[in-house]
């Protein structure tokens, strides 16, 4: 029976959160975790449906996701958040949460220029909301505050996803979260 | 590692479901068990904020609980979840996700006949429901459907709620879904 804890992911959209959780999902499953993930569309079928992207709804959301990971991390499973997370306070909220049960929250920021985002813009999302088309677009038309004191940083401007993944799992086996491979 | 399974009472308000689920809680963290406990008012904190009492918001609380009854019990925890849960239609659904991964899903029906309920009526509530005061109050003013066929059924106006628990915890001891104590 391994601990549980939360990995939280933070970073704008396109920045490699789903690319890296994937990954690392892979990865704990392959050594024997458990391990769920919480991510944006998991959650906004799930949990936030007819939630809208308002400051307001977006602190409610995030909340949210942070309440189903303590549930989980304190129940011996790894779980993961993959959701943009843009505000501050709420991320401190979350991690209190999870720390007031002995639990441990591992923030990862996944952090990569906005001029690198516009550049690949995979889905077309940053050209429209560039053009004044999608409000609420974190990044462009609404606030990103980056973490005060990642646990971990990511850079998907200047590293490989393999690179990424391996110095978030070093820096989980460094803390004793997971055995070393 | 014990197996996960999902505990889910159905039933109006003042049969006994948090009564029960007290007791359960209680009574699985003796034996060792992991167990989680989402009641009406966790929920409507933390998942279900800004939901009102109409059809649609009641079937989205019921199946937010559902999805985390499921990633729980799917992770090895006991989830319980004491909603009225009063569709059954929204029931099966939940039943579904849950048996999908695997896993459990042990319906209890908390009967308790309306007549006896408006005699306690402990917080006042049937009496403002039946005066028309209060909108969308199960059993009253909003429907209640029957389970076709619960697991278990407990009766608060019949027996104590010692009998019940032990009436729940053999069923889960015949099938396996924990030890005998």
Known sequence: MHQGFTLWFTG????GKS?????????????GYKVEVLDGDVVRTNLSKGLSFSKDDRDVN??????????????????????ISPYESVRQECRALVESHGTAFVEVYARCSLDELVRRDVKGLYKKALAGEIEHFTGVSDPYEEPANPDVLVESDKETPETSVHRILAHLEERGLIDRA
């Not at 690319?19 to 050594?31: D, I, S």
């Not at 995030?62 to 993961?80: Q, T």
């Open 12 to 15: 704008l959209s396109g920045a």
């Open 19 to 31: 690319t890296l959780t994937t990954l690392l999902h892979e990865e704990f499953k392959r050594r």
């Open 62 to 83: 995030v909340r949210r996701i942070g309440f189903v990971c303590d549930l989980l991390s304190r129940n011996g499973v790894i779980a993961i958040s993959a959701a």
